[in-house]
Structure formats: structure tokens, C-alpha cells
């Protein structure tokens, strides 16, 4: 009798146990890599952060939005074989400090719990998501930097097309292209990147095996927008 009755109790506990468990659902498959509902909900939560954006306009299509971000981010993690690209402690204490002073009110430590907890996060969401940053920026840089060539000509066309009639249209004086020919050779290197990035991306897209669990982002989407509100 006492063995059943202590046998009985272990299950309730047991059972209570289960149900006071949050399922971390998957939402995605990358080539074998998970992406489970927490980490498409810490995205949002920290983009919407950056933003200054208020969590009450959180819609299913920035849901899947992120998914999307985290799923290119993914295929590039995938291809990154050094930990070379990694940020030192000293690098992730300072991109996290540049984020806090990017919110007046974070400047104290309270200031700054208070902000993440208005947003359901932590100091650790924030570094993690500093670190992934870090990491592909690098990596892309690292890749591509090399392969772009921008000439005398192109500077000398965006000056002429774009950067005079910006500067016109804003009111601002004219400045002689010496000046600012700099600026224009790294906007347009730049840009140049995001070129050979997207259409890398499109290749690894096409190369790799994604399978989006419908059901499960969509009633991440639906709990995150009830949340929110």
C-alpha cells in the first residue's frame, strides 16, 4: 500500500513537474541547424529594442521577418570554420557600452536593467546578439572587402548623380569632391558588398535544405503578438 501510494505521488509531482515546463518549439531547420521559438522571440524583442520600438506594434510579419534573418544568418555561421572573427571580452564590454549610450535613460545600471527588462530581455540576450552580429560582420568583411574595386569614375558619377543633388536638395553648400571623395569610395565599396552578399546568399539559399515549420512560426507569431499587447 505505501509503495503504490509513493509510487501515486511521484507522478503527480512528475506530471506537475511536465506541465510547468515551457516546450521551446522549432520553428526552423537550416541544413540540420535548429532555430527554436526562443531565439526567433529574442530577435525581435532585441531589433525592436535597437529600434526604439514599442512591442505593442509587434506584428506576425516581423515575426517572420526575423525568422528570415535567422535563417541567412545561420547559412553564413555555417560558413565561418575560424574563431578568429570572434569579439575579445574587451570588444563585446564595448560594443555593448556604444548600444547603452544609444538610450539616454541606460546610462546607470538601473536605468539600463529597467530597459531590458521593458523589453523581456537580458544583459546576456544582448551579448549574444552582439556576438552573432560581430562575428558575421566580420566574416563578410573578410570575404568580400578584398574583391571590390571602386574607380575614379564611379566616385566621380555618384558625386555628380547623387551626392550634389542630395546636399542641393537638403540646402547644404556645395563641397568639392576632393573632400568627400573618401566618404563616396566607402559608400559605394559598401554597397558593392551588399551586392556579392545578397547574391551569395541566394546561392546558399538555393544549395541549402530549409524547412520552415509553418504551424509552429505562425503560433509563434500569434502568442508574441498577444503578448505584446
Known amino acids: 500500500m505505501t509503495t503504490r501510494i509513493f509510487h501515486f505521488a511521484f507522478a503527480l509531482l512528475l506530471a506537475a513537474s511536465c506541465s510547468a515546463q515551457v516546450v521551446d518549439r522549432?520553428?526552423?531547420?537550416?541544413?540540420?541547424?535548429?532555430i527554436l521559438q526562443s531565439e526567433?522571440?529574442?530577435?525581435?524583442?532585441?531589433q525592436f529594442m535597437m529600434e526604439g520600438a514599442s512591442l505593442d506594434k509587434r506584428t506576425p510579419d516581423d515575426t517572420l521577418a526575423a525568422l528570415d534573418r535567422l535563417i541567412d544568418r545561420s547559412l553564413l555561421d555555417q560558413q565561418i570554420l575560424t574563431a578568429m572573427v570572434d569579439p575579445t571580452p574587451e570588444e563585446l564590454a564595448e560594443q555593448v557600452k556604444n548600444i547603452r549610450s544609444q538610450f539616454p535613460g541606460a546610462a546607470t545600471d538601473e536605468g539600463w536593467k529597467s530597459l531590458l527588462d521593458s523589453y523581456r530581455l537580458t544583459q546576456q540576450d544582448i551579448e549574444d546578439h552582439v556576438i552573432a552580429q560581430v562575428r558575421i560582420l566580420r566574416f563578410i568583411d573578410l570575404r568580400f572587402r578584398g574583391l571590390v574595386r571602386v574607380d575614379k569614375a564611379a566616385v566621380g558619377a555618384y558625386y555628380q548623380e547623387k551626392f550634389l543633388p542630395?546636399?542641393?536638395k537638403q540646402g547644404r553648400q556645395d563641397q568639392p569632391l576632393s573632400a568627400v571623395s573618401g566618404e563616396i569610395e566607402k559608400l559605394l565599396v559598401d554597397q558593392n558588398i551588399n551586392e556579392?552578399?545578397?547574391?551569395w546568399l541566394q546561392v546558399l539559399r538555393s544549395q541549402a535544405r530549409i524547412e520552415k515549420m509553418s504551424a509552429a512560426v505562425s503560433a509563434a507569431a500569434a502568442e508574441a503578438s498577444g503578448a505584446s499587447q
Open 40 to 46: 526567433l522571440d529574442q530577435e525581435v524583442r532585441v
Open 196 to 199: 556579392m552578399l545578397n547574391s
Open 166 to 168: 542630395e546636399l542641393r
Open 26 to 34: 522549432m520553428v526552423a531547420v537550416v541544413n540540420k541547424r535548429v
